[in-house]
């Protein structure tokens, strides 16, 4: 094999880290084709060692599926880059959110899929940092699949046939599920703001809160906390209860993995799987990220409206 690939941590049960592959071997097909099927069984890859560039980064990502333009960001203009999406911190804009302690972060995210709002869901993307904070700004996975596992057997049987809705909303603090207690969202990015002004844009959808990874058939707990506003069809106490015992067993933190970044890191992950959340920067310092989006459709997501 043209790279090594070992665990992240022991025991965590998903995600490797691959080092010694060069840029030119990301064109040949066996490398291509072993990628790709570690992907799908690790469900998180950081590769470490390869040229830190866009181009590589663009590269790399359609190894796993043709490129996608994310519907809500901007992106720029310039050939190629526009497969990429930016993802920007900086003192003067962007949210900001208050902890229970005080403490104020930029760049927080809670724990989500990408794209969850939408009927199509993106399988994965690349990330990559162009400019990093000086401390913080970790992004954590957690892996629906290991999750499934971990569900008492009562609750495997109570969700098996269950769809929850989605919709945008990019109110930090408002999550229905999993919100952080006594966290505020101090201030609002500009880009949020026009788009929490044009919902209607973003009609709800349903996706189903168990499915079959589709080249495995392994059962995934699919469920983001944020965007997540309740089960299909079903009264919103009897909802409630069933979706904060599914958050309580999906959001085990010494269950996750927080990646530290370092420059020219390229982290890809299957979003048909692992949630993600960004635990925020100092409010001072500025923080640049670049992802690209795969394209997908796992084909059970549908607008209910
Ligand atoms: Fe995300």
């Not at 181009?55 to 050939?79: C, M, W, Y």
């Not at 994965?124 to 000086?134: D, H, S, Y």
């Not at 909303?169 to 952080?180: K, M, Q």
Request: hydrophobic residues 40%; negative net charge.
């Amino acid at each position: 094999m043209p790279f090594t690939s070992q665990p992240l941590r022991d025991a965590l049960g998903f995600g490797v880290l691959v080092t010694g592959l060069a840029a030119r071997d990301i064109a040949l097909p066996d490398v291509r084709q072993q990628l790709h099927d570690l992907w799908i069984d690790c469900g998180l890859i950081v590769f470490r060692g390869l040229p830190d560039d866009p181009d590589t980064q663009i590269a790399l990502s359609e190894v796993f599926g043709r490129p996608d333009v994310h519907p809500l960001k901007q992106t720029t203009n310039q050939g190629d880059i526009q497969k990429l999406v930016d993802i920007f911190f900086r003192p003067e804009r962007g949210d900001i959110v208050k902890l229970a302690d005080g403490q104020r972060l930029g760049a927080w995210l809670p724990w989500h899929f990408d794209l969850v709002y939408m009927d199509r869901i993106n399988h994965g993307g690349i990330l990559r940092p162009v400019t990093l904070p000086e401390s913080g700004g970790d992004t954590g996975f957690i892996d629906g699949l290991a999750a499934y596992q971990r569900l008492p057997d009562r609750l495997k049987e109570e969700i098996e046939d269950l769809h929850v809705i989605y919709r945008f909303d990019g109110d930090l603090a408002g999550l229905h599920f999993g919100r952080t207690p006594g966290l505020v969202l101090e201030r609002m990015n500009v880009g949020t703001s026009e788009i929490m002004d044009r919902l209607d844009r973003f009609p709800a959808v349903s996706h189903p809160l168990v499915f079959n990874q589709p080249e495995t058939g392994r059962k995934v707990l699919n469920f983001s906390p944020w965007f997540s506003l309740g089960i299909e069809g079903m009264d919103q106490q009897e909802s409630a209860r069933i979706l904060e015992d599914v958050t309580r067993h999906l959001i085990d933190e010494n269950r996750a993995y927080f990646h530290r970044w370092l420059p020219g890191d390229m982290v890809l992950w299957d979003n048909w799987r692992m949630i993600h959340c960004a635990t925020g920067i100092p409010i001072d310092q500025q923080r640049h990220m670049q992802r690209t989006t795969i394209a997908g459709d796992y084909g059970l997501g549908r607008k209910v409206q």
